[in-house]
């Protein structure tokens, strides 16, 4: 039976306690359970990043060890851990988080994943602390068996429908949106958003906050405002031919709130884009809550 690849990701603070993970996970590697590989392993002169790609693209288990530190780093946030969550999503490889140091991290999309060591208690507080690697150790291996056996649990059948309503919906704005950039720009946002997505919305959900979004609110807005309503119910209309389900405020509200906190993660600080993009969703927000009262 061949050795699970097994992929480390974490932040460059966080290299002491992956390197104590390492040695803890040793035993997996001499009994031929994992192949491992981290950042450690690239050789000099390497392309890193290239690297690190090609390993994100082919681990079968791939552990996220979170931490502020991880959380804060827009390319582990926006770029592994999205590319890894995507490949989760078309059950390509398991992700599993592995909790360092406390942190706020019951948030899409990690939230729906089941962590290691434990879900309430990172590693850092276990004593001793070798006891919490220890766990993940253990926790790992079962993973293993499960993938040799072929066993992994696959996403919920609402999961399912939404991500199959998501690609519907994304041909949809590609096909009909005009002119062709902003149907690009707005089926590559809606790409990421689906990964952000809390687990339990749906595409009805979604559609009630375009309608709520696309009503005018006042004259004199700017531009970019009015345009951002026009798309919103661009949205909600392609949105209406792929469900009939009656779709809850509250819902959308916790969706929207879950991807301003992934477009306040995702950028470079100071960043144009960066900054319009939390801008606009910050605003719709709030006009969500409003609706409400």
Same mark, same amino acid.
């Given at each position: 039976?061949?050795?699970?690849?097994?992929?480390?990701?974490?932040?460059?603070?966080?290299?002491?306690?992956?390197?104590?993970?390492?040695?803890?996970?040793?035993?997996?590697?001499?009994?031929?359970?994992?192949?491992?590989?981290?950042?450690?392993?690239?050789?000099?002169?390497?392309?890193?990043?290239?690297?690190?790609?090609?390993?994100?693209?082919?681990?079968?288990?791939?552990?996220?060890?979170?931490?502020?530190?991880?959380?804060?780093?827009?390319?582990?946030?926006?770029?592994?851990?999205?590319?890894?969550?995507?490949?989760?999503?078309?059950?390509?490889?398991?992700?599993?988080?592995?909790?360092?140091?406390?942190?706020?991290?019951?948030?899409?999309?990690?939230?729906?994943?089941?962590?290691?060591?434990?879900?309430?208690?990172?590693?850092?507080?276990?004593?001793?602390?070798?006891?919490?690697?220890?766990?993940?150790?253990?926790?790992?291996?079962?993973?293993?068996?499960?993938?040799?056996?072929?066993?992994?649990?696959?996403?919920?059948?609402?999961?399912?429908?939404?991500?199959?309503?998501?690609?519907?919906?994304?041909?949809?704005?590609?096909?009909?949106?005009?002119?062709?950039?902003?149907?690009? $720009?707005?089926?590559? @946002?809606?790409? #990421?958003? +689906?990964?952000?997505?809390?687990?339990?919305?749906?595409? &009805?959900? /979604?559609?009630?906050?375009?309608?709520?979004?696309?009503?005018?609110?006042?004259?004199?807005?700017?531009?970019?405002?009015?345009?951002?309503?026009?798309?919103?119910?661009?949205?909600?209309?392609? $949105?209406?031919?792929? @469900?009939?389900? #009656?779709? +809850?405020?509250?819902?959308?509200?916790?969706?929207?709130? &879950?991807? /301003?906190?992934?477009?306040?993660?995702?950028?470079?600080?100071?960043?144009?884009?960066?900054?319009?993009?939390?801008?606009?969703?910050?605003?719709?927000?709030?006009?969500?809550?409003?609706?409400?009262?």
């Amino acid at each position: 039976m061949a050795a699970a690849t097994v992929l480390l990701c974490y932040a460059r603070e966080d290299e002491g306690m992956a390197g104590k993970l390492k040695k803890h996970l040793s035993g997996l590697e001499h009994n031929g359970r994992i192949a491992l590989w981290d950042y450690g392993n690239i050789s000099p002169g390497s392309e890193w990043k290239q690297e690190i790609d090609k390993h994100l693209d082919e681990a079968q288990i791939i552990l996220l060890l979170i931490s502020a530190s991880f959380l804060g780093s827009h390319y582990c946030y926006s770029e592994q851990m999205q590319r890894a969550i995507e490949r989760h999503e078309r059950r390509e490889a398991r992700v599993i988080p592995v909790i360092l140091r406390p942190v706020l991290w019951e948030v899409p999309p990690l939230d729906k994943l089941q962590p290691l060591p434990d879900r309430q208690k990172p590693i850092i507080r276990w004593s001793p602390r070798d006891e919490g690697y220890r766990k993940v150790a253990v926790g790992l291996d079962t993973v293993v068996s499960q993938w040799h056996s072929h066993s992994l649990p696959g996403p919920t059948a609402e999961r399912k429908a939404l991500m199959a309503n998501f690609d519907q919906l994304i041909a949809a704005v590609k096909l009909h949106m005009q002119p062709e950039p902003r149907a690009l $720009a707005t089926a590559n @946002t809606l790409q #990421q958003l +689906s990964i952000f997505t809390p687990h339990d919305v749906t595409l &009805a959900d /979604l559609m009630v906050g375009w309608r709520t979004l696309a009503q005018p609110k006042q004259q004199g807005e700017e531009p970019a405002v009015s345009q951002r309503r026009v798309t919103c119910n661009e949205l909600a209309e392609m $949105a209406s031919q792929f @469900t009939t389900d #009656q779709g +809850s405020l509250a819902q959308a509200i916790k969706t929207w709130h &879950a991807w /301003l906190e992934f477009f306040k993660n995702r950028g470079a600080p100071g960043d144009p884009r960066q900054d319009a993009m939390v801008k606009t969703f910050a605003r719709e927000l709030t006009e969500l809550q409003e609706a409400t009262r």
